[in-house]
């Protein structure tokens, strides 16, 4: 019983030793992670607020000709 009872103590005690160690010394079960460098974004260029800023040239529409044709829609080729 007296065995028993000390090696249940042994166990506790290393418990609370080891999240003692958890709790006041986070670095102690943590492997260093290296930062992620901040993803460039380069469709930033494409929202509303930037494409407003653009002046695009002018330039002729061509209609060509029907595609195809159903009842409820007709699809033509155009040029730009």
Known sequence: MK???LVFC???????IT???YIFNK???TTSVKKEL????????????NLKKIKFPD????VGPVISEN???VSRMFYF
């Open 38 to 49: 901040p993803q460039p974004k380069p469709l930033l260029a494409y929202t509303f607020e």
């Open 3 to 5: 065995k028993t009872l």
């Open 59 to 62: 330039s002729n529409i061509t």
């Open 27 to 29: 670095g102690f079960f």
């Open 71 to 73: 009842t409820d829609s």
């Open 10 to 16: 042994a166990i506790l005690l290393a418990a609370v």
């Open 19 to 21: 999240e003692s160690l």
